[in-house]
Structure formats: structure tokens, C-alpha cells
């Protein structure tokens, strides 16, 4: 499989993940959604029926009119609520006759069967339909009656009609269902954005690791072909001495002490990229330090003719002084080689608030401005016509960004003015360097 389509099908698993997860945040605010529009449009009505449900309980009376059972409530405080009264059986005994205007011709031998007068023993809250020429809606409570001024009375329901309010709540709910609609074609789209944005990383990192192996393939393919000619050369002339073998001896040693070196460069590199590189941390004065590690390469640039100088502030830091170390050797061995004889090679040392700062700068070439983006990574050679007697692997600055990250700081490089680099390394002064 193709790393184009390894990064495809991850995008496309992306892609299903966020868009599955905006649709179940929808389907779960969209419930509760539901549930709050219900108790605010009810809300109201439903005090309203337990407010009469009281009012029933303490003023419900009936009467025998021409041998007709007649159940009321007096006083009477809400018109809007319609009542329905039952005997044990769950036969209607009375009922408001105003509920007849909802039922066209019906009459009273057809009441029971319908819904609306469908009795319910226990306690509940329920929605209930009318649909005659027109439909009318009434939220409903049935409760259990026990007042001995209406001794044949069981049970009632109350009815409040609520029309209006089912249409204002059916309007918000279909606004919301437009507007979940919307936000479906939204989070697709935004989740196609989404699942760009992070596959970038994995994409960059994918293509990083690819050309950081084959980079390092290339460059452990050539010393190792070097080593085994020079011992097959060795193996061919056996019957010759040391000494007659000794160029391929010396060559092979060589070799062996580069390809070391480049196996030594590529675990930091890698302990870096997987935050286990151990630090030995105390505290030493990185001024001094700086001097120290500077008398070998002043020496140098004596020799070479060039303008060596160390300053700046004491500085008490903590930090890994081998690390430390390390990073300086390949900040001045770059600066050295990048600048020609009369030019100037320095080391500055400061404090910036709680930061320490150290800078090496050079009056050399400098480096191009297509070039800079680039310095840091890792087998990159600005000077391509450079051998790699003279230009190392291209891993130097990248491990020197590593040493730098992996103590929380960082590492800028910029123009020196008039001419020349300047490099930056900022990090904590005293900050303890706690474990990732």
C-alpha cells in the first residue's frame, strides 16, 4: 500500500469519527433539547391542573336531578380546565357538557369509548386528540377521588386545552430540525476540514520518517561499502603483513569511527523524537562552561588566522552539562567552518529575565533566507558541493535543536549585522526539568 493511500484511508477514518461524533452530540442535545422545550411550554399548564386538582378534591359535590347523577365543583377558579368524573367502575358519571362543542354530534352514549374520556385509575399525566373538523389538543391528569360530599365520584381527569402552545412548541422543534439539518452539512464539511488539519501533522511526520530512513540508509550504505572492500582488499592479499594492508586497515577504522559517530548522532536524535533521552541535570555557570569548551577552537581559529572571543555574564543554570557541552562543540564547529581568515567567531552569554541566553556569532557567509527555514532538519546541507570530511551528515543543528527542546528551550537563527549568522539558544534558568 502506497503512502498516499495509508494517508488517505486514515483521513477517511478521521473523517467518519468526527462527523459520528457531531452526530451524536446532536441526537443527545437535540433530546434534552426536547425535554426542556416540553417543560417550558407545560410548565404553566401543568400548575394550573394541580392547582384544580386541589381545588377538586376540597370543593367536589353531586347532586340527583331527575334521577340523573350531576357532579360539580364549586367554586369553580380556572375555565380553561374541563373535568370528566367516574364512578369505581371507570363508567363516566358526568362531565363539563362544554366538552360536547369539541365533539360535533356525538352524544353521550358514545363518550367512553373515545380517548378523551378513556378512564385512567391511577395517577398520570398524559397528551390527548380530538380530530373532528378540526383537531384539538389537551393535556390531561387523572387522579383518585375520595370526598365523602361526592361518594360515587372515584376518580377524574382534568383537561386543559393547549393548542397554542403545541404549536409553539412543534414550531421551535421544526426550527431545531432545520437547523440540525444544517449543522449535519456543517459538521460534514467541518469535519473534512477537521480531519485535513490533523492529518497534516501525520502526513509531514510520515514523509519526516521516510526521508529521515532513507537519508540515513544512504548515508550508513556508503562507509559500510568502504568497510567491505577494504577487508575483502585485506582478505585477497592474506598472504601479505600488517604493514603491506595497513592503508586498508587505517581506512576501515576510519570509517568505522564515522559510521559511530552517525549511529551515536542518530540516537539522540531518535531518544529525542520519543522524549526518553536521560538528562544528568546540576547546576553549573554556563559562562564558564563556554569558556572551557572555547579553548580548543580558539586555538584553532588562532591557527586559521581568525578573530576567536567569549563574553557575557556569569549565569548559574540547570542543565546537563555533557549536553551543554555538546551543543556548543557543533554551534562554534559550524561557525568556524563557515567563516574565512580575519572574520570573527563569538560566544555571548546573557541573562534575560528568567531565561539565560547563549549566542554564538560569526562575521561569515551567512545563510540565504531560503535557506534558514531549513537548517535544523535533519540531513540537510547548505552547501551541497561540501564533502562529508568538511560538512559532517547534516545532523549537527538538528541535534542541537534537540539538546535545546529536550532542556524546554529553543534555538532561533537570524542574520548578524553587518554580515555573518548569529545563532540563539534560550532556555530556563533555574527551572527544574521535570520528566515528560
Known amino acids: 500500500m502506497t503512502n ?8 477517511n477514518r478521521i473523517v467518519l469519527i468526527h462527523f459520528l461524533s457531531f452526530v451524536l452530540l ?12 416540553n417543560m417550558f411550554f407545560f410548565k404553566d399548564v401543568n400548575k394550573e391542573l394541580l392547582a384544580f386538582k386541589a381545588v377538586v378534591n376540597e370543593n367536589i359535590t353531586e347532586t340527583d336531578v331527575d334521577g340523573s347523577l350531576r357532579v360539580s365543583v364549586n367554586p369553580r377558579t380556572n375555565a380553561r380546565i374541563f373535568a370528566v368524573f367516574y364512578d369505581g367502575e371507570g363508567n363516566v358519571l358526568d362531565y363539563d357538557p362544554i366538552l360536547l362543542d369539541f365533539l360535533g ?11 378523551l374520556f378513556r378512564f385512567h385509575r391511577e395517577f398520570e ?19 383518585q377521588v375520595d370526598n365523602e360530599n361526592a361518594p360515587h365520584v372515584k376518580a377524574c381527569k382534568l383537561l386543559i386545552m393547549v393548542n397554542g402552545e403545541m404549536k409553539s412548541r412543534n414550531l421551535v422543534i421544526r426550527v431545531y430540525f432545520l437547523a440540525s439539518l444544517l449543522m449535519f452539512i456543517f459538521a460534514f464539511f467541518a469535519s473534512l476540514f477537521l480531519s485535513g488539519m490533523s492529518i497534516k501533522p501525520v502526513k509531514a511526520a510520515l ?18 561499502a568502504i568497510v567491505r572492500n577494504r577487508l575483502e582488499n585485506i582478505l585477497t592479499k592474506s598472504n601479505r603483513t600488517v604493514y603491506e594492508v595497513s592503508d586498508d586497515i587505517a581506512v576501515s577504522l576510519k570509517e ?26 546540576e547546576e553549573f555557570d554556563l559562562l564558564e562552561t563556554a569558556r572551557t569548551v572555547a579553548i580548543p577552537f580558539s586555538e584553532m581559529a588562532e591557527i586559521q588566522k581568525k578573530k576567536f572571543t567569549v563574553s557575557g555574564e556569569n549565569a548559574k543554570v540547570l542543565a546537563d552539562k555533557a549536553m551543554m557541552s555538546q551543543l556548543l562543540i557543533i554551534l562554534l564547529d559550524n561557525a568556524l567552518k563557515y567563516t574565512a581568515e580575519g572574520e570573527e567567531v563569538g560566544i555571548r552569554v546573557r541573562q534575560n529575565g528568567g531565561d539565560v541566553q547563549l549566542e554564538v556569532i560569526d562575521t561569515g557567509t551567512g545563510i540565504p533566507d531560503d535557506v534558514k527555514p531549513h537548517v535544523f532538519e535533519r540531513f540537510f546541507r547548505a552547501d ?17 535543536k534537540v539538546i535545546a527542546q529536550s532542556h524546554r528551550g529553543s534555538i532561533s537563527l537570524t542574520d548578524n549585522h553587518p554580515k555573518g549568522t548569529k545563532i540563539t539558544v534560550t532556555f530556563p534558568k533555574t527551572k527544574k526539568l521535570e520528566k515528560k
Open 4 to 11: 498516499d493511500n495509508r494517508v488517505r484511508k486514515q483521513r
Open 26 to 37: 446532536f441526537i443527545i442535545l437535540g433530546f434534552f433539547i426536547f425535554i426542556m422545550i
Open 105 to 115: 354530534e356525538k352524544g353521550a352514549e358514545d363518550l367512553e369509548p373515545m380517548g
Open 125 to 143: 399525566w398524559n397528551f390527548e386528540i380530538i380530530s373532528e373538523e378540526e383537531t384539538y389538543h389537551f393535556r390531561t391528569l387523572s387522579f
Open 207 to 224: 514523509e519526516k520518517q521516510l526521508s529521515f530512513v532513507s537519508d540515513a540508509s544512504h548515508e550508513l550504505r556508503t562507509p559500510l
Open 256 to 281: 568505522i569511527t564515522r559510521l559511530s559517530k552517525l549511529t551515536n548522532d542518530l540516537l539522540i536524535l531518535s531518544r529525542g523524537d520519543s522524549e526518553t533521552m536521560q538528562l544528568k541535570i
Open 384 to 400: 551541497k558541493a561540501r564533502s562529508r570530511d568538511t560538512g559532517g551528515y547534516g545532523l549537527g543543528l538538528a541535534i542541537a
